[in-house]
C-alpha cells in the first residue's frame, strides 16, 4: 500500500504565506505526477495544482501567481508553497499521488489524509 502523508498547515493571517509538504511512501517504484486538491466545509473539492515527474506545472486560476507546487528527492517529496494567503484559501489540503507499485499492474491513486489551512486575522 501506498501512503501519502501531507503536513504543514496551520492558523494564518491573510497576506502570509504558508507552505504544505506531502511526502510518499510504501509500495510506489515510480510517480507520474502529484496534485494538490482542497475542500472547504459545504463546497466541492477542487484542484489547486498539479505538477508531473517532469516539472509541467497547472494551477487554478484562483490561485496562479500566489502558489507554487513543486516535487524533489526522486518525486518522492513534493511542496506547495503559498503566498499572499487570503481568507478563501481557508480549507481542507488534500496530496494525491498517481504512481506504479512493484506488486501490482498499472496505475493507482494514492490519497493522504490531508491538512488543515485556516486563514484569518
Known amino acids: 500500500q501506498a501512503h501519502i502523508v501531507e503536513s504543514g498547515g496551520g492558523v494564518v493571517q491573510p497576506g502570509r504565506s504558508l507552505r504544505l509538504s506531502c511526502v510518499a511512501s510504501g509500495d510506489i517504484f515510480a510517480i507520474q505526477n502529484m496534485a494538490w486538491y482542497r475542500q472547504a466545509p459545504g463546497k466541492q473539492r477542487e484542484l489547486v495544482g498539479q505538477i508531473s515527474r517532469n516539472g509541467d506545472a497547472i494551477y487554478a486560476d484562483s490561485v496562479k501567481c500566489r502558489f507554487t507546487v513543486s516535487i524533489v528527492n526522486g518525486n518522492r517529496t513534493g511542496f506547495l508553497q503559498m503566498n499572499s494567503l487570503k481568507a478563501e484559501d481557508t480549507a481542507a489540503y488534500y496530496c494525491?499521488?498517481?504512481?506504479?507499485?512493484?506488486?501490482?499492474?498499472?496505475?493507482?491513486?494514492?490519497w493522504g489524509q490531508g491538512t488543515q489551512v485556516t486563514v484569518s486575522a
Open positions: 494525491r499521488v498517481k504512481h506504479t507499485g512493484h506488486y501490482f499492474s498499472g496505475w493507482k491513486r494514492a
